[in-house]
């Protein structure tokens, strides 16, 4: 079956602009996640849905960003008015919720975000 | 601030050598899992380790939590050049169990 996929696979923008990334979850996924990852480093936890909702947004650097998720699937994120230090890659996760607490995320490739 | 401190954050070895990687924290998790990624992919799991204590084996990597929940080690023995990549550690913190707090990672090199 299919795993996490994400576009664009890179995408470069000028500051200033808004752009908007895309999460397609594995089928059957609940919960979803997003990351962002600075060259060579760990991961910055951004944002966690269950379901269509996000009981947890700490994670969001400011108010930029947002993230929406529809039909319990596809999730976007979109950062407006991006900025050169939101350079990163963008990484989305999906995992089972079967209440455990240590359910194994899977990551899709990532989008590169180059803020020119 | 950094909840998880990994160590070394690069190394470079020869094939054939072993080596261990280190993952610290002032803080206790109720899991604790180890991620590899390669250029150009996400991360993928390794193991998940729950039990204070608890070891675990995966062909040459052995994996290990602390036994106050606080630390996790990974050693390779006989590494090889396909052991090459980012690995990440990632604790799963009592009450927010479901968001997973990453480690700075450790950029592994294993040379011919």
């Known amino acids: 079956g299919a795993g996490v996929s994400q576009s664009p696979s890179n995408k470069v923008t000028e500051k200033g602009k808004d752009v908007e990334l895309r999460c397609d979850p594995i089928?059957?996924?609940?919960?979803l996640y997003w990351y962002r990852q600075s060259l060579g480093q760990g991961l910055e936890f951004l944002i966690y849905f269950q379901g269509n909702s996000a009981p947890d947004k700490s994670g969001l650097p400011s108010d930029r960003f947002s993230a929406e998720r529809t039909g319990g699937s596809v999730s976007t994120l979109t950062i407006q008015r991006t900025q050169q230090e939101d350079s990163a890659v963008y990484l989305c996760?999906?995992?089972?919720?079967?209440?455990?607490?240590?359910?194994?995320?899977?990551f899709g490739p990532g989008t590169r975000l180059t803020v020119l | 601030t950094q909840l998880l401190e990994q160590s070394p954050q690069f190394l470079s070895i020869q094939e054939g050598e072993n080596l261990t990687v280190y993952c610290n924290s002032s803080?206790?998790?109720?899991?604790l899992q180890w991620y590899r990624q390669e250029p150009g992919e996400g991360p993928v799991l390794l193991v998940t380790?729950?039990?204070?204590?608890e070891v675990k084996k995966l062909k040459r990597l052995t994996f290990q939590f602390g036994d106050a929940r606080k630390d996790s080690s990974l050693h390779i023995t006989a590494a090889q050049p396909g052991d090459t990549g980012l690995y990440l550690c990632?604790?799963?913190?009592?009450?927010?169990?479901?968001?997973?707090?990453f480690g700075s990672g450790t950029q592994l090199t294993v040379l011919p």
């Open positions: 996760a999906s995992s089972l919720s079967r209440g455990r607490s240590y359910n194994e995320q899977f």
């Open positions: 990632a604790g799963a913190k009592p009450g927010s169990a479901r968001q997973l707090t």
């Open positions: 380790v729950v039990t204070g204590g």
């Open positions: 089928s059957g996924h609940t919960a």
């Open positions: 803080s206790v998790f109720s899991s």
